[in-house]
């Protein structure tokens, strides 16, 4: 599997072309939903460890449903050193079958499930994780990025 075509909405207001992110590692997390607890510490952990990211020449990317307004508040109450982009129509969470049917309040609901994707220079899928448990995960991340 390779880097998916795609164009995204992103924070900073700069849409990213994901072909174009070849010629450089990229990490591409999703989460369920801006302001939750767990996608909150999820994307604590990949900021406090962005600049580790960016010294192993890879960039960090963190995708989910959201609105863009809605990423921009939550990049600015995190101080998020990485942009967020928004998969409203879920191009992307369908290139990369994140989207699963989900047990939330005795309910099945279609949401995303907390998955990363760890995407090579040349644009092929090095790792994924899927089921992702937020708790020591931006490290395991970072170091197999390091293994590249």
């Known amino acids: 599997m390779n880097l998916p075509e795609l164009t995204l909405p992103a924070t900073g207001g700069n849409p990213v072309a994901l072909g174009a992110l070849k010629g450089g590692k990229a990490v591409i997390y999703f989460y369920p939903k801006d302001n939750t607890p767990g996608c909150t510490n999820e994307t604590k952990d990949f900021g406090a460890l962005h600049a580790e990211f960016a010294a192993a020449g890879c960039q960090v990317f963190g995708v989910s449903r959201d609105s863009l307004k809605s990423h921009e508040n939550f990049k600015a109450k995190l101080e998020l050193p990485f942009e967020l982009l928004s998969d409203a129509d ?47 995960h931006a490290a395991e991340v970072l170091e197999f990025v390091r293994s590249l």
């Open 90 to 136: 879920e191009a992307l969470c369908n290139a990369l079958g994140v989207i699963k049917m989900k047990n939330m309040y005795g309910k099945q609901v279609r949401g995303i499930e907390r998955s990363t994707f760890v995407f090579a220079a040349d644009g092929s899928l090095a790792r994924e994780w899927r089921g992702v448990k937020v708790p020591g």
